[in-house]
Structures are given as C-alpha cells and as structure tokens.
C-alpha cells in the first residue's frame, strides 16, 4: 500500500501498469509562487531601466573630475601642483627668476680668445644684464673649460644661474659657497656668442617649466 504525495492522505494499491492521478499543488502554493515570480519580473525590469538611464545620460561613467577610492572608501584629492621657478615669481624666492638688473654679473675669459670676456660683457649689457667684472679666469679654471661656458652661483643667486644658462647654448650651471646673488659666467673654448633672444627665451621657458604631476583620473 502507498500514499503518493498529493492523494490527500489516500492509500491506493498499485497494480498492472496504471498508476493513480497526482492531484494539483494546492492554490495557496500556486499563489506564492506565482507571487514571487512577479517580484522577480519587476525586480529585473527596474534594473534594466536603471542601467539604460545611466547610459542615456553618461552616468557611470568615468570623468576626469572623479576621485579614485581608498580602501577606507574615502576619495583621493586632487595632487597639489608643486612650486616652480618661473619669470616674475616673488624676488624673495632663491629660485625664483630674477629681473636682469637685479643681481651682478662677472665674465670670465677661460679661453686663449684676446677679448672674449670683454665682448660678451657687452652682449649681456645689451640684454639689460649689469656686469660689475671682467677678465681672465682664475687659474683653476683658466684653459679647464671645454664646452662652451660654467655659470656659476651660489644658494641665493638659483634663479639668476637659471636665468643666465639659458642664454648660452650648452652652458653648465655649478654651485659654490658664496652667500650673494651674483652669478660668474667663465666661457670655455665652444664659445662663440650668445642665443639669440628668441632662442634663450624657449631655453628660459623650457628650464622652469613645470614637472609633471600624478594625474587624479589614474586607475586605482
């Protein structure tokens, strides 16, 4: 004897090949099911609305304006750009770019050119540059300059060492200890003149432009 699930407590014996009737779920089963089925269908439909809208309208997608995350969930700001030496920076700032009347140039003759230092003081002084000394270099630097010129300066006088290497094509900018402004120019047997003015104006600008910052629109 068995009492097959949906017989509603019926026992039937199974004989030959015929098999008894299953008799339907129950309505209130048929209801939930048919409930949650409809839950899912609007589930799924509010979501595909949501997605089309976000396309529609280009939300969600990434912008250059979006921070990326931290893993505490917190956005990133935006790097700071830093501080570079540029013309008409504050005078206050050692590396800043000075007027050309604002510090002492001296021209040194490293060279076994008669005259070299004394024609190009008078190149500079044409560009607005006040030249306090000129002559031979000294003897550790007499004949030891194979480019074209060393500027030298000291922590105070950056901007203007800046400054005056642009205006000589291949020049080498050194430090020293000294505690003023003044730059020292020892021109070496390359030398031959100044850039012309539009040259040293792109050298100026290429040698106090900016480094490049992280961007903030990187992957995470």
Do not use: H, W
């Not at 021109?187 to 031959?192: A, F, K, P, Q, R």
């Not at 040293?200 to 900016?210: F, I």
């Amino acid at each position: 004897m068995l009492t097959p699930q949906g017989l509603k407590g019926k026992q039937y014996r199974i004989t030959g090949n015929s098999y008894p009737r299953l008799g339907r779920p129950p309505k209130k089963s048929r209801k939930v099911f048919a409930l949650i089925g409809s839950v899912l269908a609007l589930a799924l439909i509010a979501l595909g609305g949501v997605q089309l809208y976000d396309i529609f309208t280009g939300k969600g997608r990434d912008s250059s304006a979006q921070a990326c995350a931290t893993p505490s969930g917190k956005p990133l700001a935006a790097p700071t750009p830093t501080a570079e030496a540029s013309p008409g920076a504050p005078a206050g700032d050692p590396k800043a770019i000075p007027q050309p009347t604002a510090f002492k140039l001296n021209i040194f003759n490293a060279t076994t050119k008669s005259g070299l230092a004394g024609r190009t003081a008078e190149e500079f002084t044409k560009r607005g540059f006040t030249v306090d000394k000129k002559g031979n270099a000294p003897a550790e630097l007499d004949k030891k300059v194979p480019g074209t010129a060393i500027v030298i300066a000291g922590p105070a006088g950056a901007g203007a060492a800046t400054l005056i290497s642009s205006q000589i094509a291949g020049a080498t900018v050194t430090t020293d200890a000294r505690t003023d402004n003044t730059v020292d120019v020892v021109v070496g047997d390359s030398y031959n003149a100044l850039l012309d003015e539009t040259q040293a104006a792109a050298a100026l600008a290429l040698a106090t432009k900016p480094s490049p910052t992280p961007s903030a629109t990187g992957s995470c």
